[in-house]
Every structure is written in structure tokens, then in C-alpha cells.
């Protein structure tokens, strides 16, 4: 008998920690891959979907079932106790054992089986849902939804009372369902970078996607300094001129000063006129230009753009001038970083175009630099070529700009961004080795960046 008492308490023990699992599978569940796994068909998805919107009701019913088991647990633990175990201690030759024989049955039976709860119980099951939540939920739902509707009127019952509750203490239900904020994803984000989720470039592009949302269009822009543009008086060679040295399919077009921008020239609209030999007309081919204000957000920008199909965005004053443009490669660079084209992309480390005199991408390291070209740069305070030409400069430079340290001579050939993007190095024989040496002189006295 007593076998049959302790095996049903265990028994007991084990359906607690049926519904301990349950309740921690369902609700750590992630509530996507519920809805995913919905949308494929799967039934059993269904059922924890439907438990995870009424959360009211799985508690309630795990509630029920953990109450009635405990209670069970107890009285047959109690039973043993008075019939069981009061006659062994009963029976020790203890005077005050024999006295408190019966509480003393009480409360061993009682510390077993609480034990036995806390481990069995509600531990280890809890435990194993963490781990295999999906699996368990899956497995549990349909059971936990039976009971639901096999303990309806208790839970009717009990939800009423947890209402009425909630409304003396004046606790309301939130209007909205909870959304996951930005910084939460960002820790998550961050977390799973940490455990090899997401690959570092992975988290950097989600908090470029932050940023991006957060940023207005003159912070991002070319400044009107910068921007390469051609007067309407140019003829088609000019044009096709400025376009070839810059590598730009774009062009702005002004009428007496860059702030009365009055069009934009595509390529692919002048180049078939210079093939053929037909005439040009600068009116027939000048396209409209899209103005924005400064603080306009650079993703409700992009999207324009794309609804509008337009590659080339002017930024306007309050005077009625141009503050700078804002390309679509721009906004995109904003979230992925720097697009290389073709020629860029050849020219991304180290190019010798002649003898003593080399093409070199700013980004490349200062070291390999010095190996490549046997120099002498200094390693130590500068990582790359275009922070260095950078430092010697003290300022960005132009376009053209050209500065001396040493036997090298170094030309600045392209800007992005205000960082030095290509340069150009000459080496040049019976030069000074004097560190300090520096000549700073401007080239073809360029002030203007690429357009597009």
C-alpha cells in the first residue's frame, strides 16, 4: 500500500512539471516563428498561436491543474504521514519523538515532497522547455487546450475574479500589444554577434539601418563647394568632356551661378547626339531638377527617389539657393558604406602607371604602401595613405591639391566624403629626406566634387 501512496505522489509530482513546461514553452515561444510556421499550415502551430493570444486562459488552466495536483500531493502525503510514518516514529525509544511523533511525520513527508516538486516539478521540466520550447509546445498544446475547455466554468470563474481584481487596483490592459523597441534589438543584435548569429558586418549594417532613419539629408550631402557642374553655354564635347574626366553618367547644368541649377544632363540622352553626329540642343535633353529641403529624412528621401526614378537630388536654402546634392549611390552608401565602381575597384590598393609614379587607393595601409613602394611613412600614427596625405595637409584638401614630404610628391586626385579617396604618388630622385619638409601647393585649383 504504501508503494502504490508513494507512486501515485510521484506520479502527482510529474504532472506538476507536465504544466510547468507547458507554461514556460509557450510563453518563451518566440511569437515569429509561431506566425511563420502558421503560415506553411502547420496545425499544431495553430493551437499554440491561439493559447499565445489568450494568454489568460493557458495560465489559468496551468494554474487549475498545478493547484489540484499540489492539493492531491498533500493529502495523500498527509495520509501516509498519519498512517505510515507516525507508527515508525512512534515506535523509537525517544521519549520526545514519541511525543511529537505525529507533526514530526508531517513535516518529513512534507520537506520530501516539497523537494521532489522543486526538482521534479518545476525545475528540471522548466528547464527542459527553455531548451526545447518549440518541440514542447507543439507536443502540449492540444492537451493544454482540452483542459482548457474541460475546466471551462472554473476558468470563466477565475477569470472573472482576476478582472475584478485588476479592477480595484486599477490595472488596465495596455491598448497596444507590446512592440520591440530599437535598442532591444540592437542588445539582441549585439547578443547574438557575440555567439556567432550575425557576422560583425551583420551588426553593423542593422545599426546603419538605425542611423539611416535618424538622419537628415544635409548631413549627408555634397557640399555646393563640391559640386561639378557645367554652365548651359557648354556645347555637347564640353559636356562629354567634363563627364569622361570625372566618370560621372550625371551632370548638373547652371545658368550664370551654381544656385540657379536649371537641369541635369544624362549620358545615355547626349551620347547617342555625339555618335551620330546629329545636332544638340541643350533644351531637348536638360532634365528637371528635384529640389528638397535641408532637413528633409534621407529615408523618406530614398524612397521618393525610387517612386520618382530620379538618381540626383538637389538641396535647396532658405534664400532660394542650392545648398549641395545628395546622389541615390550617396543615400545608399549610407547604410552599406562605400560602393566601389569598376575603375575604383581596380584602383582599390596600389596601381603603377609609370615609372616612379603610382595610383594608390586612400584606404590602403600605410604599411603595405611601404613595402610595395619601399618608403618610409610613418606607421605608427596613421593607418592608411589618404590619413596621411590627410595629416600633412591639416585640412581636406581639393581636388588637384598637391603637397610635398620628402622625394614624394602627393597629388590628390579624388575626394569622398570628406576622406582622400585616390591619390597620386611621384617619386622623384635627389629629393631632401628632411621629414619636415612639406610643400603645399594647389593644382588645377579644382574646388568641386562629383555630382554623379
Known amino acids: 500500500m504504501l508503494f502504490f501512496e508513494l507512486s501515485l505522489i510521484l506520479l502527482l509530482i510529474l504532472v506538476n512539471g507536465f504544466f510547468a513546461a507547458s507554461e514556460i514553452s509557450l510563453i518563451s515561444l518566440r511569437k515569429s516563428r509561431v506566425r511563420q510556421l502558421v503560415k506553411t499550415g502547420n496545425r499544431r502551430a495553430r493551437k499554440v498561436q491561439k493559447l499565445q493570444e489568450e494568454p489568460e486562459r493557458f495560465l489559468a488552466t496551468v494554474q487549475i491543474g498545478v493547484t489540484l495536483v499540489g492539493t492531491l500531493a498533500a493529502a495523500l502525503g498527509g495520509v501516509i504521514a498519519v498512517e505510515q510514518i507516525t507508527p515508525i516514529l512512534a515506535a523509537v525509544p ?6 511529537a511523533s505525529e507533526p514530526l511525520a508531517l513535516a518529513l513527508v512534507v520537506g520530501i515532497i516539497t523537494y521532489g516538486t522543486l526538482v521534479l516539478g518545476e525545475l528540471v521540466p522548466k528547464s527542459i522547455a527553455i531548451r526545447h520550447s518549440e518541440g514542447i509546445a507543439f507536443s502540449v498544446a492540444a492537451l493544454i487546450d482540452a483542459f482548457s475547455r474541460f475546466f471551462y466554468i472554473f476558468l470563466r470563474i477565475l477569470t472573472a475574479s482576476n478582472n475584478l481584481v485588476l479592477k480595484i487596483f486599477r490595472v488596465t490592459k495596455p491598448h497596444e500589444p507590446a512592440t520591440v523597441t530599437e535598442d532591444e534589438i540592437k542588445y539582441l543584435v549585439r547578443e547574438g554577434r557575440k555567439t556567432g548569429v ?11 539601418v538605425f542611423k539611416f532613419t535618424d538622419t ?12 561639378v557642374a557645367v554652365e548651359k553655354e557648354n556645347d555637347l564635347d564640353a559636356i562629354l568632356s567634363v563627364m569622361n574626366e570625372k566618370g560621372f553618367s550625371r551632370i548638373p547644368v547652371y545658368e550664370q551661378t551654381v544656385d540657379n541649377i536649371i537641369g541635369i544632363v544624362y549620358l545615355k540622352d547626349i551620347l547617342p547626339l555625339h555618335v551620330t553626329g546629329r545636332p544638340f540642343r541643350l ?3 536638360l532634365r528637371k531638377p528635384y529640389v528638397v529641403p535641408p532637413n528633409k529624412n534621407v529615408s523618406v528621401l530614398l524612397r521618393e ?13 532658405e534664400y532660394g539657393g542650392i545648398e549641395g546634392l545628395v546622389t541615390m549611390e550617396d543615400l545608399i552608401e549610407e547604410i552599406v558604406g562605400d560602393i566601389l565602381d569598376e575603375k575604383e575597384k581596380e584602383l582599390r590598393e596600389i596601381s603603377r602607371i609609370a615609372r616612379n609614379r603610382y595610383l594608390v587607393d586612400g584606404r590602403a595601409d600605410i604599411g603595405k604602401i ?5 618608403l618610409n611613412l610613418p606607421e605608427k600614427e596613421f593607418e592608411t595613405v589618404g590619413g596621411f596625405v590627410l595629416g600633412l595637409f591639416g585640412r581636406l584638401p581639393a581636388e588637384g ?13 579624388r575626394l569622398r566624403k570628406n576622406r582622400i579617396a585616390r591619390i597620386r604618388i611621384l617619386k622623384t630622385e635627389g629629393e631632401s629626406n628632411d621629414r619636415g619638409n612639406n610643400e603645399n601647393t594647389t593644382g588645377n585649383g579644382n574646388k568641386y566634387r562629383g555630382a554623379a
Do not use: A, C, W, Y
Open 94 to 99: 525517544l521519549e520526545f519523538v514519541q511525543r
Open 198 to 208: 550575425f557576422e560583425s558586418s551583420e551588426e553593423d549594417l542593422i545599426h546603419s
Open 216 to 227: 537628415v539629408v544635409k548631413e549627408v550631402m555634397v557640399p555646393r563647394t563640391e559640386i
Open 283 to 285: 533644351d531637348t535633353v
Open 305 to 317: 527617389m525610387r517612386e520618382r526614378r530620379i538618381h540626383l537630388v538637389f538641396i535647396g536654402d
Open 370 to 374: 611601404n613595402k610595395e613602394l619601399k
Open 401 to 413: 591639391d598637391q603637397i610635398r614630404h620628402e622625394n614624394l610628391l602627393f597629388t590628390v586626385l
